[in-house]
């Protein structure tokens, strides 16, 4: 998540709101985290319910998400999976 100062939202709106259409971005105010802003339709899902995207605890992972965690963290042990992705 990228993050901007409150003054680069005053300098830059153009800059924060064109970040903040693509992904929630953090707005700033003496180096703490104080704002979150995003585009409506990223909202809109999170208000519904709708996004998608979801957190487990490990212990309560889908068995298929937990094989694909498992496939992922094996390859990163070997070595492989960082550049090697196009």
Known sequence: MRQFTTGDLNKQVGDVTD???REPVVLTRHNK???VLMSYEHYE???SGMDPRRAHH???MPDEHAELFGEAIRRLAKGEGYDDES
């Open 19 to 21: 970040a903040a259409s």
């Open 45 to 47: 899902r999170m208000r």
């Open 58 to 60: 490990i212990s309560k």
């Open 33 to 35: 985290p104080r704002f």
